[in-house]
């Protein structure tokens, strides 16, 4: 289950990720509604945790861009701004819950578990190209009768890769992708993890490679014949 968070509160966000971490979510964060909003086109999320008063665009465009578009991913908006009038605005434009700031941690992991449980993309959810299927709600990726379950990072490059197939990513795009431009592990990370997703590939005997574009970066394409 992917969750993004977007709120200008970097520790808040921070906070919030490890704690839905720990509950076996997988987290992306932003800090800024143009970010989310291209986060949002690019992957699909079962919960969406805006904050309204983000600098550019605010959650509540964010928000009415997603409903403009179809995205129908339970949105929970998180803001400091408590007033009535406030919530029924948000709810007006297509959030599926409020919670104004400061909240406690406990109710906001309930809330958050109860939107997952609507998310439309909760129900086996499976990518699939080539031969390879990766099961989004179970972490397995499997060609033929063989499977094996992903880690939590080794899931999100190949649910990555796997939702833009052909799409050349670069290294410096996926670490900041996956691990965040506030994490502290360099870039040789992302190619000990491409090596760990190449290894798999090959004990599965998938019909599709995760292909190095010299001086671009890596591509998810099947083999040539």
Known sequence: MRILIADDETEIAKALKLLLEKQKFTVDIVYNGEDAWTYLQQMDYNVVILDIMMPGMDGLEVLSRMRAEKMAAPVLLLT???????RVAGLNAGADDYLPKPFAVRELIAR????????????DRVLAVGNLELNCNSYELSAGS?????????YQLMELFMNHPRHIFSARHMME???????DADMDVVWTYIGFLRKKLRELGADVEIRTVRGAGYALEERAC
């Open 112 to 123: 958050v578990k109860a939107l997952s449980r609507r998310s439309m993309n909760y129900a």
């Open 146 to 154: 063989k499977a094996v379950r992903l880690n939590n990072k080794e």
């Open 80 to 86: 400091a701004r408590g007033e009535i009038e406030d």
């Open 177 to 183: 992708k996956i691990w965040g431009n506030d994490s």
